[in-house]
Nanobody
């Protein structure tokens, strides 16, 4: 059973930065595609970013393009989300998710669909004050 644990959330002022981490255990992390999603109060869960098993391919939602960077360290079984120039509308609980088995061919838009993922973490709160 794959377990995902997010960390790195917190309270930050608008314009600030945070780096979220998601540590995986219980599976072959290097074979998973990984994604980040978020859910704000009263809203549906939305896609943020995804990365292929190798890290060679990434895909971002428009909201985070140019501000967020997803990366992974397969030696540490960890995926990261670096968030810069944060805005109050980025306030949400952020979840990481693992896709296993990973599709043979990378398709960014398909990785934006929550149903593509098989395992989810419990989430970490990010609050951006204005």
């Amino acid at each position: 059973q794959v377990q995902l644990v997010e960390s790195g959330g917190g309270l930050v002022q608008a314009g600030g930065s945070l780096r979220l981490s998601c540590a995986a255990s219980g599976g072959t992390f290097s074979s998973f595609a990984m994604g980040w999603f978020r859910q704000a109060p009263g809203k549906e869960r939305e896609f943020v970013a995804a990365i292929s098993w190798s890290g060679d391919n990434v895909y971002y939602a428009d909201a985070g393009k140019g501000r967020f960077t997803i990366s992974r360290d397969n030696a540490r079984n960890t995926v990261y989300l670096q968030m810069n120039s944060l805005k109050p509308e980025d306030t949400a609980v952020y979840y990481c998710a693992a896709d296993n088995p990973t599709p043979e061919f990378w398709n960014g838009p398909s990785m934006a669909v929550a149903d593509e993922y098989d395992y989810w973490g419990q989430g970490t709160q990010v609050t951006v004050s204005s």
